[in-house]
Nanobody, 129 residues
């Protein structure tokens, strides 16, 4: 089973920056690999549902952001390292949440949260004003 580990969270002041990383492992020797899959970041604030933040297709040619993070967050992937990133600039208190990542069979299903991999344990981001 594909395993997912998110890291890079922490406490940051409003207007600051943070980079989250998500490393995947356990792909079977035959079948789909990291480079074949779309990837996405989601977040879950206390008492709320997990919601999509950003998605990227297998070759990085198609990227989706929710409106509230456009021009502030950047999703990227390093297929050689099986790692997905989320660069967060000019963070705001409303960005406070646990951030999760997962793999998806297609970027079009990413916003719906229909995952190919399991979810990781998440990494907490806390933005103070």
């Amino acid at each position: 089973q594909v395993r997912v580990v998110e890291t890079g969270g922490g406490s940051v002041q409003e207007g600051g920056s943070l980079t989250l990383s998500c490393t995947f492992s356990g792909f079977p020797s035959s079948g789909l690999t990291f480079g074949d899959l779309a990837m996405g970041w989601f977040r879950q604030a206390p008492g709320k549902e997990r919601k999509v933040v950003s998605c990227v297709n297998w070759d990085g040619g198609s990227i989706y952001y929710i409106d509230t993070v456009k021009d502030r967050f950047t999703i990227s992937r390093d297929d050689a390292k099986n790692t997905l990133y989320l660069r967060m600039n000019n963070v705001k208190p409303e960005d406070t949440a646990a951030y999760f990542c997962a793999a998806f069979s297609d970027v079009r299903v990413c916003p719906q949260g229909i995952t190919f991999s399991s979810w990781g344990q998440g990494t907490q981001v806390t933005v103070s004003s």
